[in-house]
């Protein structure tokens, strides 16, 4: 066991009860982006019971909290705390039933599909197990909770509003996310880790009119069903089998009946890179393709472009990322194992960037361990649901200790005090 949480394991024991109780509140409240207000509530509260200084209202809803005990390096903690806008269809007794606003003024469920709950509860209750044993570390615990992470604006809302200002400078930032490894099971890389992600939305202008007389119009559904088709050879033809990349059209909207050509048709796409070339070419690639299909169509003006939202790459610190496994496989042994890069995006690594510091980002399975086995016996762990579904729901024991247990692990490798 690493014997820093091993002098702590008693104050972990101490805060378990109220960490669940803590993750099935926050589960039943779940928030969108921008609109975390309760959720941020409870943490500044909780906080501030604990003995943290706390500042509020970061970046909208952003919360963190500051610990100052005695001389010694500076570590942030982060945890995101909004929600995504789909139906929860888990069966737990404490699922969700909310329902929220959109972005777009659409009224939709809501649940915490992403494991955003669970985040805020193993930093929560790290933070206090910290402040109940401060006799055990010496330096300036940074906690901080991140409004809209799923819209990859939370960090820089946070940013913009003066975060690196406003907080001691970090000598290390870590994160963390839940997913739908065997529960237990924690798993880190040095280096790219998740991939960058844009999204974006072009808008093809074409000349509306009657479906049965088409040579009076331009057909923009005609228009960007080409485009769609042609963006797929950015990848297979433009893009290094060596390099990574993907190209998604996930929403085309246009026209509202059979017999008539519309005036507009819009497509949404989602681009994930693994390396900062690659990613200008591919968006500069879509922007060419899709002004030479207005062009070759005669459209009567250009497409027009517009950012949906945008993520940069997540690249872990070797040097942070090989202590925090060291201190991993002495609490986990063999649970505690190296991952492979996920195609997902997150907006952890700006805080980094601000800041000019090293960062590490690990993975905490949540999955039921005969859920587990039988799928790996089965052939189907692919099929687990995890992040981003409505079927996903961690095991409670032991993934909310494993959760403080790492955090736990990671802090201390910084802040641990030798004994006596």
Same mark, same amino acid.
């Given at each position: ?23 099935? /509140? ?81 009224? +939709? ?71 739908? $490894? ?35 119009? +331009? ?25 990574? &990349? ?72 070797? /040097? ?38 090293? $960062?590490? $980002? ?18 189907? +762990? ?35 005090? &030798?004994?006596?």
């Amino acid at each position: 066991m690493n014997t820093f949480v091993k002098r702590l394991s008693t104050g972990i024991d101490k805060v378990l009860p109220a960490a669940e109780a803590l993750y099935k /509140d926050l589960h039943q409240h779940p928030e969108l982006s921008h609109q975390e207000f309760r959720t941020a509530g409870v943490v500044a509260a909780q906080l501030r019971a604990a003995g943290f200084q706390v500042t509020e209202k970061i970046g909208g809803t952003g919360v963190v909290g500051v610990m100052k005990n005695g001389e010694g390096p500076t570590v942030m903690m982060r945890a995101d705390m909004d929600a995504l806008p789909i139906k929860e269809a888990t069966g737990v007794p404490y699922a969700s039933t909310c329902e929220g606003v959109s972005g777009k003024g659409d009224t +939709v469920p809501v649940s915490h599909a992403c494991g955003h709950d669970m985040h805020i509860s193993w930093l929560l209750s790290s933070a206090k197990v910290l402040s109940e044993a401060r006799e055990d570390w010496r330096g300036t615990v940074v906690a901080l909770f991140q409004p809209a992470e799923e819209n990859g604006e939370g960090s820089q809302a946070m940013l913009d509003d003066g975060l690196t200002e406003r907080v001691p400078k970090p000598d290390v930032i870590l994160g963390q996310h839940l997913l739908q $490894y065997r529960a237990g099971v924690v798993g880190f890389r040095a280096g790219q880790i998740l991939t960058a992600g844009d999204s974006l939305q072009v808008r093809f202008f074409g000349k509306g009119g009657h479906g049965g007389m088409p040579q009076n119009a +331009v057909d923009p559904i005609v228009m960007a069903a080409a485009a769609v088709m042609r963006l797929q050879g950015i990848v297979a033809r433009e893009v290094s089998p060596q390099q990574a &990349a993907v190209v998604t059209v996930g929403e085309f909207h246009a026209g509202i009946a059979e017999n008539i050509i519309p005036a507009e048709a819009i497509l949404k796409l989602n681009v994930r890179t693994t390396d900062p070339a690659v990613r200008e070419h591919v968006l500069a690639a879509i922007r060419r393709i899709c002004l030479a299909e207005a062009q070759a169509s005669n459209a009567p003006r250009e497409p027009e472009f517009q950012e949906l939202s945008n993520f940069p790459l997540t690249v872990n610190d070797a /040097d942070v990322t090989r202590q925090v496994a060291e201190a991993f496989r002495g609490q986990f042994g063999e649970q505690a194992m190296e991952t492979q890069a996920l195609g997902a995006s997150e907006d952890f690594g700006r805080f980094g960037k601000a800041w000019n510091v090293p $960062y590490t $980002y690990w993975f905490v399975g949540g999955c039921a361990h005969e859920k587990y086995d039988q799928a790996k016996q089965e052939g189907t +762990v692919a099929q687990l649901p995890g992040p981003h579904s409505p079927f996903w729901a961690p095991v409670l024991d032991p993934t909310l200790r494993t959760g403080i247990e790492t955090s736990l692990a990671a802090m201390g490798i910084w802040l641990a005090k &030798a004994p006596a």
